[in-house]
């Protein structure tokens, strides 16, 4: 016997078909992110450092980039010695005939300088976007191998959010802002040299100024990370409002909520406009404090300098030189404030992005995976299995539940809603491992075996069927990614889905809308079954897979599962009991536990809760025909 608490679980555990839904742990919960974004940070830009792998893929183009990069800022810390040559040989009769040459030499700068430039724009940009090419792939990979756990909770518009509006910010950041920032301090290292060099007296002024622009543009630097990371994540509440509106939006046209969605949409709109507005207030501070400091200091050291040229202490050229060194060094902090205000955003972005990246599924592959036996049978045991979902830890679904379902046989089961029928799937699907006991397919405990190669061996018609915005070929082939066209057609005829489909404006190539919106019920559930027959798996799972037909589809479907069923184990969830008459076994289950087990005829026989059931169902489905 099996007590099994109340609880019931609608298949939710197909990420990929049925959406993600609230997120899990510090992704989500919005307290939890408030005290995460609003508190002092001090990792910096350290949540950049994980693009590093990234980056290094590409070294080829990481070199390209530095060396055009670094022939940019040595041509352009060039520039203030031409001109002191020109300013002190170049404006004397004597010395005519250099200017030309001192021009020419200026043309050739500005040209090396263009080439060096663009070169460095296309390195960065291209290192930017393919980054986050890259990047975008292996979230995405990695949401599709999360635990059905993490779904269980998860909001679709906080993980699309995460996918795109994180991710182009980091783009920005991996291209040409960290290429600007690494210009500027070449910059700013080239021409604080420059300005030694040239005099040491009036470098010392400069000096002793940069800690004090220097240190607050960190400071501040921080301030806006927190605010950019608190406007991301305002900004994934809005995505993820709009998405599940979006998606739900007869819903909502057919209870006139429009203006109630739109109200709501607005003022998450809203909030994440105020999250912006205060990061860019921020940045403008940071930039102003910033330029007026820097400027302000050329202007001091431009002022001393003049006095000294009066008193014939330094020659004009010599003034030049050292101004166009400051005014470089000067643009390049400038630059740098505002450049590292984008990389604290980008890194507020990163950091949101390491998080997904770190969750790890409950149920993961094993490191030393067991084989699957060859030929497949499809036997399922359930040996001593108890499960609690992760939100609910305090309470078994199941509990010490033992059960055999032998190759080829057909098992139904049957009882009240929250009974832990669902949950069964669940676990044969190794969505959840079991908290204590095993399950096992073809005699391998499932959770020493690869996760991939037990799903390969079950086939699924889940009670809501996923549809997905493709073609209805395509939809199809979704059960065997590899299979020919003539295979998808034969499937189709098996499912009784041909005849539907070929009437389509465009045949098997019609594309049926997301969800399948533009299909009934019945042909959603063939194609369904369609699917399940071009896998081929020797175990089949059927969750409730008439129950929301009419009595014409519902004949036709069934009639496709019984051709489904041939030759294969099955294991049948259903509410209308005409769907299990012909199985082999029905177990019924009530308050957690199989109390009752036998063919229909045995269980009416019985007087127990089977019986109950049929005689109000088919009194019920009798009154109804009269």
Known sequence: MIRTPQASLNFVPQAIHDGFRQDKKALTDPVKMKNQTEKPDSTGLRPLAKLLPYVMRYKGHVIGALIFLSLAAVTTLSLPLAVRSMLDNGFSKANSSLIDSYFFAL????????????????????????????????????????????????????????LTADTTQIKSAAGATASMALRNVVLIIGAIAGMIYTSPSLSLIVLVAIPIIVLPIFAFGRNVRRKSRFAQDKLADATAYASESISSVRTLQ????????????SEAVEESFNAA?????????????????????????????????????????????????????????GALSEVWGELSQ???????????????????????????????????????????YPTRRDHNIVDELNLTVNAGETVALVGASGSGKSTLFNLALRYYDP??????????????????????????????????????????????????????KAAAKLALADEFITRLKDGYETVV???????????????????????????????????????????????????????????????????????DRILVMDGGRF????THEELVAQKGIY?????????????GVA
């Not at 290192?127 to 792939?137: A, F, M, P, W």
């Not at 790890?360 to 609690?388: I, M, Q, R, Y």
């Not at 399950?439 to 405990?445: A, E, F, K, M, Y």
């Not at 109390?595 to 036998?598: M, Q, S």
């Open 435 to 488: 908290t204590s006991g095993m399950v096992r397919l073809d005699g391998v405990d499932i959770s020493n075996a690869s996760p991939h190669d037990v799903r390969q061996r079950i086939a699924l018609v889940p009670q809501d069927t996923t549809i997905f915005a493709m073609s209805a070929a395509d939809n199809i082939r979704f059960g065997r990614p590899d299979a020919s066209d003539d295979e998808v």
């Open 346 to 388: 980008a890194a507020g972005a990163a950091e949101r992005l390491s998080e997904l990246l770190a969750t790890k599924p409950d149920v993961s592959e094993p490191e030393n995976p067991v084989a699957l036996p060859e030929p497949a049978l499809g036997t399922l045991e359930f040996d001593a299995a108890s499960f609690s």
């Open 107 to 162: 043309f050739a700068i500005a040209a090396l300088l263009a080439i060096s430039s663009s070169m460095r724009y296309y390195f960065v940009i291209w290192l930017g976007e393919r980054i986050v090419s890259d990047l975008r792939q292996d979230v995405f990979a990695h949401l599709a191998n999360l635990s059905a756990s993490f779904f269980d909770t998860a909001k679709t518009g906080e993980l699309v959010s995460r």
């Open 513 to 583: 809308g997301e969800r399948g919106i533009t299909l009934s019920g019945g042909q959603r559930q063939r194609i369904a079954i369609a699917r399940a027959i071009l896998k081929n798996a020797p175990l089949l799972l059927l969750d409730e897979a008439t129950s929301a037909l009419d009595a014409e589809s519902e004949k036709l479907v069934q009639k496709a599962l019984d051709g489904l069923m041939v030759g294969r184990t099955t294991i049948v969830i259903a509410h209308r009991l005409a769907t299990v008459l012909k199985a």
């Open 277 to 333: 507005r205060s990061s860019v207030a921020a940045r403008a501070f940071l930039t102003a404090f910033a330029i007026f400091m820097i400027f302000s200091s050329v202007v001091g050291v431009l002022w001393i300098g003049a006095g000294a040229v009066l008193d014939g202490t330094m020659s004009p050229g010599l003034l030049g030189q050292f101004l166009l060194f400051s005014v470089m060094a000067a643009g390049a902090l």
């Open 254 to 265: 057919a209870f006139t909520n429009e203006k109630l969605v739109s109200d709501r949409f």
């Open 595 to 598: 109390v009752e087990e036998g």
């Open 611 to 623: 019986s109950r059931l049929a005689k109000l169902q088919f009194e019920t489905e009798l009154a």
